[in-house]
């Protein structure tokens, strides 16, 4: 009888932390996917046309796409910090080839 009781208990600690777990992995994955791989994914001509628009709009450009970058890392928003990270090094690489 206990053994019945023990084994089932067993089963049930087993299945429900098993779950979790299931969970846990799929938040993670989840994360990785819209914080470090869909930015990567955004198209090179959307990144140098909005460096374009900064550079054309402000005297710093530099420090625009710096406080972009920064306001994103403030509200801890992964996938805008990567955006705003590439459209940096846009901007930077432009200016640096005038």
Known sequence: MWDILLQAVSWLLLIFF?????????????MAWTDAIKPRLIPADDIDRVA?????????????????HERAWYRSDGAEQTYWYRVRKAVRRRLEGR
């Open 18 to 30: 098993g779950g979790q777990g299931l969970i846990f992995i799929g938040l993670m994955l989840w």
């Open 52 to 68: 374009d628009d900064i550079i054309a709009s402000y005297p710093d450009p530099e420090h625009e796409a710096f406080a972009r």
